[in-house]
């Protein structure tokens, strides 16, 4: 108890028991809403949810005060109430209107080089190689740069691809894998994640 104030990022949301802190702010709730994740409403309601329930654990009484930009998203305001049931609901309804899952499976195919153009014109030669073979009601997005288009000296390109039922992606995705391996001479990496925990 020599401290009145905790400070820090998402990981003071995690797991800290403290019976004395009885007030939480939240700086900024709505910027995790603007990440280009479909995930991104579900993990905003899961994060509030989450540090609202580090105030008030003991015998005193809990405030939660959220400063946002957005106050009617429904992520924001069903976390005001911790409605997890409504949440639901409303958060199949916009994943069912894009295409997204459980309604859709997924794979990303990232590409990246230290030349840029070099990723980009890969990527887009994949497109081209899946699109010849992939069809409707199949889903191609992309290449676009990815959120964070370049970390170390490396640039990022993705592709995303949404599928209910797509028998020759599998060996298609296992082509393109070999195919990586020449690349890779031409200083190229090509990484494929199936159902991935984060699209940018």
Known sequence: K??????GTQMIAKGLDFEDVTFVGVLNA????????????????????????????GQKQGH???????PDNYAIKLAQSQDYE??????????????????????LITITSKNEQSAAKEAFVIK?????HLH????????????????K??????????YKYEPKLHDLLHQ??????????RGLNIYIDNEPERIM
């Open 30 to 57: 709505d910027l995790s809403l603007n990440v280009p994740d479909f995930r991104a409403s579900e993990r905003t309601f899961q994060l509030l949810c989450q540090v609202s329930g580090r105030s008030g654990r």
């Open 128 to 132: 081209r190689k899946l699109m010849r």
């Open 136 to 151: 409707a009601p199949t889903i191609i997005l992309g290449p676009t740069p990815s959120s964070v288009a370049k970390i």
């Open 153 to 162: 000296n490396q640039y990022y390109y993705q592709i995303l691809v949404k």
């Open 176 to 185: 393109i894998q070999d195919d990586a391996q020449l690349a890779q001479k």
């Open 86 to 107: 409504s949440f639901y609901q409303k958060e199949m309804q916009v994943r069912f209107q894009g295409n997204y899952p459980p309604f859709f499976y997924t794979t």
């Open 2 to 7: 020599e401290a009145n104030i905790l400070l």
């Open 64 to 70: 939660v005060i959220i400063q946002t930009y957005n």
